[in-house]
């Protein structure tokens, strides 16, 4: 099954240079086992994130030089916040430099300590920024969502009854607003459907709590209505956007997934409150309100990638190119989180590796294997990331799943690059009890992921 080829050419191209085993069993090594201190040149294949590392069109590259650096009042604002009110629809349109920017804006007015803010699943960084201001934030996406082989269209929906239930147990004044994460990453960039997004809203309504989406990857959500939910074939995923984000009373956005830009970001709103308070403390952290953290010319390239990613032949080959990574991988019998999310294939690291035990990192072992072994770079999801000590016992708890996620960056990588891929796991499944186990030998108190120090066992 061959996805559809690249609706675009190249013009530029960035070499890179596969170093050999030697270079990379060294550099591994130097690294403490994790990937974070790896130098980027010594990857061939780097699937660490989707975020930031979209490749620019022509039309946005062209759009760089028409920045207008003015202090206040730049062209290109005027011409990002007409394009984000077109697109979505809000009145408030707030620039800044990154998604977790216009999270803690958000949180800073919204949230008092105590309140709870529901979600399908937060992302790190928003429920982050939730609890930095003292406040709950709470996981209620559908059972289905949490099962990586269960075949569901709509896996990053979140639960509606659950959702009533527990406003109800907290009471509503408890929650100031509630969000929905389209796609769902931290589930296996899952989708959520219309139907969900308004049986949400309809709920929200009857307590008046305002829905926040957290838009990142909006475009590649709406494709997924478009292609699964019935009534939506034949419209356009600008339609499909329109009415999704109609039902929402703001989003956050990091414009460096579905923005298609290497920076950038916002925060949109309804609420003329909130709207002027986060206003106020953008002027403090970011800058004055018609730059936000950004060039002129960043602003320009948002606004011409905020509306190229509503592109449908770009959108259908996103979609495909990582869906049929996906399928490559499922016909080899390689254990990944079903259906094939958006942006990323996850593999299942303890059905990879399960030799080893979860207290010596499958997910971390697997990924320094694609590296040292094929150039490859991946994120571990699992017990690096998220394993916690019981403050009451000492005992560790472990999480549900083991993860390693391949971020596929927009526009960056070919059929072949995804071939290689492909084969490079499948090769290593065939000698998968050659990879060893791992211990940690430094780690920090907080985010240990970034900065931790390993060592192979055995
Ligand atoms: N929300 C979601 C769903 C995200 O995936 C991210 C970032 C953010 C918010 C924060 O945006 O990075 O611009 O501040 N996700 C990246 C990732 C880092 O690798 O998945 P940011």
Redesign the pocket.
């Known amino acids: 099954m061959l996805f559809p080829a690249e609706p675009f050419k190249i013009k530029v191209v960035e070499p890179i240079r596969k170093t050999t085993r030697e270079e990379r069993d060294r550099l591994i090594r130097q690294a403490g086992y994790n990937v974070f201190n790896l130098p980027a040149e010594s990857i061939y294949i780097d699937l660490?994130?989707?975020?930031?590392t979209s490749a620019m069109s022509d039309n946005q590259w062209a759009g760089l030089m028409l920045g207008d650096e003015s202090y206040a009042g730049s062209r290109n604002y005027y011409h990002f916040e007409q394009t984000v009110r077109e697109i979505f629809g809000f009145r408030h349109v707030i620039p800044t430099h990154?998604?977790?920017?216009?999270?803690n804006l958000l949180f800073s007015v919204a949230v008092k300590p105590g309140d709870y803010v529901p979600n399908n699943i937060h992302?790190?960084?928003?429920r982050a920024n939730v609890e930095h201001k003292g406040g709950i934030a709470v996981d209620l996406v559908i059972d289905e969502g949490r099962d990586p082989y269960v075949e569901h269209p709509f896996k990053g929906n979140i639960d509606v009854q659950k959702l009533e239930r527990f406003i109800e147990e907290v009471g509503p004044e408890r929650v100031p607003l509630a969000m929905l994460?389209v796609t769902?990453?931290?589930g296996g960039g899952q989708p959520v459907s219309m139907e969900n997004v308004r049986q949400t809203k309809r709920l929200l309504e009857r307590y008046g709590i305002p829905l926040i989406i957290?838009a990142?990857?909006f475009a590649e959500n709406c494709y997924f209505i478009k292609e699964r939910e019935p009534g939506y074939e034949r419209k356009t995923v600008a339609e499909i956007a329109r009415e999704l984000f109609g039902y929402a009373d703001g989003c956050?956005m990091?414009?460096?997934?579905d923005g298609l830009v290497n920076i950038g970001?916002f925060l949109a709103l309804n609420n003329e409150e909130w709207a002027e308070k986060a206003t106020q403390l953008l002027i403090l952290v970011e800058g004055f309100p018609t730059y936000g953290g950004l060039a002129g010319r960043d602003l320009e390239a948002m606004a011409r990638g905020l509306r190229e990613v509503l592109d449908e032949d770009y959108l259908r080959f996103r979609i495909g190119q990582v869906r049929y990574l996906g399928q490559l991988l499922l016909e080899a019998g390689i254990p990944i989180v079903r259906p094939v999310g958006g942006h990323a294939v996850y593999i299942d690291a303890k059905a990879f590796l399960p030799h080893i035990p979860q207290a010596q990192f499958p997910g971390q072992a697997l990924v320094v294997a694609l590296y040292r072994e094929y150039g490859i770079r991946a994120?571990e999801i699992g017990s690096l990331m998220f394993a916690r000590r019981d403050p009451k016992t000492g005992q560790t708890i472990y999480p549900e799943l083991e993860l390693v996620r391949l971020?596929i960056p927009r526009r960056v990588y070919t059929t072949m690059h995804m071939n290689y891929v492909a084969e490079s796991i499948i090769d290593l499944y065939r000698r998968r009890d050659q990879v060893r186990g791992l211990r940690i030998v430094y780690e920090a108190p907080v985010l240990r992921h970034f900065t931790a120090r390993l060592e192979e066992v055995g």
């Open positions: 660490l994130t989707d975020s930031g990154q998604g977790r920017m216009a999270e992302f790190d960084t928003t994460t769902n990453n931290s957290d990142c990857r956050t990091s414009a460096k997934k970001g994120v971020a």
